[in-house]
């Protein structure tokens, strides 16, 4: 116990806060990266021509040989794309599958965002406020709102985007929603239970 106390006090706590707040915005910085790559066409999927299979292809190529890409992102969803009948991609295809990046990434932009912030004041020294309490809160719906909702968003994306398409999508996607769905919760409780301390201090205050 007495070593824990040496490990977690003041000095280590602000110093492991700065260093999350520089990690929080080197990873928006990395999404925001991987926001650029999907919209260039270089977002991986698996497509189906009449020539063959091939497991890691981008829009933005013509020779679906993996040893000619460069930078590609991908999701976590198991994308399998079919091509026309003249073997090509609609522009409406890869606009979908775009569009599929942008609902998963931009949420997490905002909620790494919301993240840097409580480190930030952290390291200075503010713990128990309710800008915390604010921050932790709406970083925990963000979350939960990619693990619930956004599944069901791209699924719509894919058919509508099918309907006006030649070329077309198919997703798997939701497999790993309780993975999501825990830490989204345990942050709104970390919310709640700070937001309940500084009432309980706000009481202790006003008695003495």
Same mark, same amino acid.
């Given at each position: 116990?007495?070593?824990?106390?040496?490990?977690?006090?003041?000095?280590?706590?602000?110093?492991?806060?700065?260093?999350?707040?520089?990690?929080?915005?080197?990873?928006?910085?990395?999404?925001?990266?991987?926001?650029?790559?999907?919209?260039?066409?270089?977002?991986?999927?698996?497509?189906?021509?009449?020539?063959?299979? !091939?497991?890691?292809?981008?829009?933005?190529?013509?020779?679906?040989?993996?040893?000619?890409?460069?930078?590609?992102?991908?999701?976590?969803?198991?994308?399998?794309?079919?091509?026309?009948?003249?073997?090509?991609?609609?522009?409406?295809?890869?606009?979908?599958?775009?569009?599929?990046?942008?609902?998963?990434?931009?949420?997490?932009?905002?909620?790494?965002?919301?993240?840097?912030?409580?480190?930030?004041?952290?390291?200075?020294?503010?713990?128990?406020?309710?800008?915390?309490?604010? !921050?932790?809160?709406? !970083?925990?719906?963000?979350?939960?709102?990619?693990?619930?909702?956004?599944?069901?968003?791209?699924?719509?994306?894919?058919?509508?985007?099918?309907?006006?398409?030649?070329?077309?999508?198919?997703?798997?996607?939701?497999?790993?929603?309780?993975?999501?769905?825990?830490?989204?919760?345990?942050?709104?409780?970390?919310?709640?239970?700070?937001? !309940?301390?500084?009432?309980?201090?706000?009481?202790?205050?006003?008695?003495?």
């Amino acid at each position: 116990m007495k070593g824990l106390q040496k490990l977690v006090n003041e000095r280590y706590a602000k110093s492991a806060a700065q260093f999350m707040k520089f990690a929080c915005y080197f990873i928006i910085l990395f999404l925001l990266l991987c926001l650029a790559l999907s919209f260039t066409g270089r977002q991986t999927f698996r497509l189906q021509t009449s020539t063959g299979t !091939y497991d890691s292809a981008i829009y933005a190529e013509e020779n679906h040989n993996p040893a000619s890409r460069s930078f590609t992102v991908s999701m976590d969803d198991s994308i399998f794309v079919h091509a026309n009948e003249n073997d090509q991609l609609d522009l409406a295809t890869q606009i979908a599958l775009s569009l599929m990046f942008a609902f998963h990434t931009v949420p997490l932009i905002f909620a790494y965002w919301l993240l840097s912030r409580v480190f930030a004041n952290i390291n200075k020294g503010l713990i128990f406020s309710e800008q915390n309490a604010f !921050y932790l809160l709406y !970083y925990g719906l963000i979350q939960l709102f990619v693990a619930l909702f956004v599944p069901f968003i791209k699924l719509l994306i894919c058919y509508i985007f099918n309907l006006i398409s030649s070329s077309q999508i198919t997703i798997s996607t939701g497999s790993n929603i309780l993975n999501h769905v825990v830490p989204s919760i345990a942050f709104i409780v970390a919310a709640y239970i700070i937001h !309940y301390g500084i009432h309980l201090q706000d009481e202790v205050d006003h008695t003495i």
